[in-house]
Structure formats: structure tokens, C-alpha cells
């Protein structure tokens, strides 16, 4: 399996933005349609992005459109999560992960990163 590495979680204040990165240890990465999802204390963990295999095609939970944009540089073997306008409920752990899976209007996986914890202060 592709082994994934996240970074550029921090704390920040409501208004403010961060970008996330998962970094892949092979180029088997760019066969795979990959997706980040989070996890509140307390909480499921959710779907919030995903991205196709060549970068066409993305989808986005309710709760982060128009605020967050996925992307991907298939040449450096890496995901990237833009997150613009935090609020403090978007605090939570953030995953990145492939072998994707459509269930319904949002996703599962099977292939995880370690994740990375991003803060919004109020």
C-alpha cells in the first residue's frame, strides 16, 4: 500500500487559513483517486474533500465548499488541502487517504494516513 504522510496542521485564528499536505511514498499514488477527511473529539470521522486520480474532477462536503479547494501535483507524489476561512468548528484531526470508495453523497476509504491536527481559535 501507498504510505501517506500529513503536514501543515497548527492553530489558527477563525478567519485564517492553513494548507495541508499528504505526501505519498510511491508514484502508484497517481493511479488513485485520494481524499481528505477529519475528526472532531467526540466525533466521526467525515468526508470534507476528494480529488480524481488526474485532477479533474472534485467533490466537497456541504460544510467546506467554497472555502476549502483540493488539489494535487502528481509529478511530487502529493495531495494539498487549501483552507480558507476557518472556523472554530473545522477543528479537528485531518486524514488524507485512498482507495476510495462513493457511499452515497460522500465516501469512505481504506488506505489512511497518521493525520495532522488543525485548531481554530475563536
Known amino acids: 500500500q501507498v504510505q501517506l504522510v500529513e503536514s501543515g496542521g497548527g492553530l489558527v485564528q477563525a478567519g485564517g487559513s492553513l494548507r495541508l499536505s499528504c505526501a505519498a511514498s510511491?508514484?502508484?499514488?497517481?493511479?488513485?483517486?485520494m481524499g481528505w477527511f477529519r475528526q472532531a473529539p467526540g466525533k466521526e470521522r467525515e468526508f470534507v474533500a476528494a480529488i480524481s486520480w488526474s485532477g479533474y474532477q472534485t467533490n466537497y462536503a456541504d460544510s467546506v465548499k467554497g472555502r476549502f479547494t483540493i488539489s494535487r501535483d502528481n509529478a511530487k507524489k502529493t495531495g494539498y488541502l487549501q483552507m480558507n476561512s476557518l472556523k472554530p468548528e473545522d477543528t479537528a484531526v485531518y486524514y488524507c487517504?485512498?482507495?476510495?470508495?462513493?457511499?452515497?453523497?460522500?465516501?469512505?476509504?481504506?488506505?489512511w494516513g497518521q493525520g495532522t491536527q488543525v485548531t481554530v481559535s475563536s
Open positions: 487517504a485512498t482507495d476510495l470508495r462513493r457511499v452515497g453523497v460522500t465516501y469512505s476509504a481504506e488506505n
Open positions: 510511491e508514484r502508484t499514488f497517481n493511479n488513485y483517486d
